[in-house]
């Protein structure tokens, strides 16, 4: 389970607004015994022009060849804007085999428990996600409040 760093009580949620979301991924993914080795959250600004710039606003779960069952590693990537993606890793984490998004995942802030069961099946089996998973977490809206709180902040500074 990811602990808040000590000294930064608070300071998460307004400097990762997902932060709650990230929290609620990790503990799900070890309630079902496939805790990931690497967890990364950040807000990362995008500068496409001068005036064009985006938050990307994200986490990365890894899990390394020792952590999972196959022939090697998984990584899980969630974007607010485009939601839940996967990648099947070789015996190096920079070997990316076969990268597409979680279809099955139809929300960008899927439940927990259903990114966890897609994420079993990858991390166990190196199996393709499939089903049929709809179901938004039940916080998606004060987290997607607070990106869009994080954005308007950073649009005036």
């Known amino acids: 389970m990811l602990l808040d760093p000590p000294g930064w009580h608070g300071l998460w949620s307004q400097g990762l607004p997902h932060w709650s979301y990230v929290q609620a991924v990790d503990q799900a993914l070890a309630d079902r015994g496939i805790p990931p080795g690497v967890v990364r959250a950040d807000v990362a600004l995008r500068a496409y022009h001068q005036t064009d710039r985006q938050d990307t606003i994200y986490m990365t779960l890894v899990w390394d060849v020792s952590r999972t069952g196959a022939r ?86």
């Open 72 to 157: 090697g590693g998984v990584r899980l990537a969630w974007h607010d804007d485009t939601g839940w993606s996967y990648a099947k890793l070789g015996a190096s984490t920079h070997d990316v085999l076969l990268e597409a998004p979680v279809t099955p995942l139809h929300r960008v802030f899927a439940d927990p428990g259903d990114v966890a069961e897609v994420a079993d099946g990858l991390v166990r089996y190196w199996r393709t996600p499939d089903g049929d998973y709809g179901t938004e977490w039940d916080e998606a809206s004060g987290v997607r409040s607070a990106i869009e709180a994080l954005r308007r902040a950073r649009v005036t500074e």
